[in-house]
């Protein structure tokens, strides 16, 4: 192999760094050691108020990692003509912005210019699994916020329509394991999903089928019913899995027995590997919260371009 190659074949294979030895939960210990309960109170005080809080969090923190890295690019306005990921096609439905505001608001008081937006939405993220009944964990913490955000740059999420190749890729371009993609998508225990990401599966499947066969016929029958072939109603949808505001294995059981929304749910019963995972978490809600730790730790620590802290989520210095 000759060194052109070999510079070549490292530039591919450093494309996704991970910032798990830059990144400690320790990093704010001397200068905020009261980082993670401030942002926990924010959290806890908007969860009084809306119960679709949770289920928002954690997919604006997952949006954020998977655009640019997890540097809080997700959290900036447009400006003038630039066009920032939050206005995406993909991002049009994130909410609850005003949580990570009110948390910053906080720690800006307490501890000035010391904690990232970027550490934020992860800590944030991590409480709305661990206020919903799931497993909480020690975040590693360091990021820094990056400057630029491109609402053209979101066509990199994994779409709710790709197969099982399409998700391999998404996640592989990012570090992440097929592992990692059966346990994030555990995710989808929380959450609601509005008709247009899973009306591909209720009209015209393909030439053959007007249904996806995959699912089951009276949970088919009951989406039609909420998400007609010409729906007019802006907000309709249907809740990702029987216990929507409770973090549990539930996505799991639904899964297997043809009650998904999304093609990208389907999809992981597609291949052996990822079948057998999913029967083992739809199993073992234990075993499903390990490692639903491990993987969120390891994307959360995909790193971004930041280098500083904002002093406000929402726009640059």
Sequence with gaps: MNAHMLNLLVMVIFVVTFDVQALSPHYYDQTCPQADHIVTNAVKKAMSNDKTVPAALLRMHFHDCFVRGCDGSVLLDSKGKNKAEKDG?????????????????????????????????????RDAVALSGGPTWAVP????????????????????????????????????SMHDLVVLSGGHTLGFAHCSSFQNRLHNFNTQKEIDP????????????????????????????????????????????????????????????????????????????????????????????GNEVRLNCRRVR
Excluded: W
């Design 214 to 305: 995959t699912l089951n016929p009276s949970f088919a029958a009951s989406l039609e019913g909420v998400c007609p072939a010409h729906n007019k109603v802006k907000n309709a949808g249907s809740t990702l899995d029987g216990t929507v505001t409770s973090f549990d294995n539930i996505y799991y059981k639904m899964l297997i027995q043809g009650k998904s929304l999304f093609s990208s749910d389907e999809a992981l019963l597609a291949v052996p590997s990822t079948k057998k995972l999913v029967a083992k978490y739809a199993n073992s809600n234990e075993e499903f919260e390990r490692a639903f730790v491990k993987s969120m730790i390891k994307m959360s620590s995909i790193s971004g371009s």
């Design 141 to 176: 913490k360091g990021r820094k916020d990056g400057r630029i955000s491109k609402a053209i740059e979101t066509r990199q999420l994994p779409a709710p329509t790709f197969n099982i190749s399409q998700l391999r890729q998404n996640f592989g371009q990012r570090g992440l």
């Design 89 to 125: 096609p993909p991002n049009i439905s994130l909410h609850a912005f005003y949580v990570i505001d009110n948390a910053k608001k906080a720690l800006e008081e307490q501890c000035p210019g010391i904690v990232s937006c970027a550490d934020i939405l992860s800590l944030a993220a």
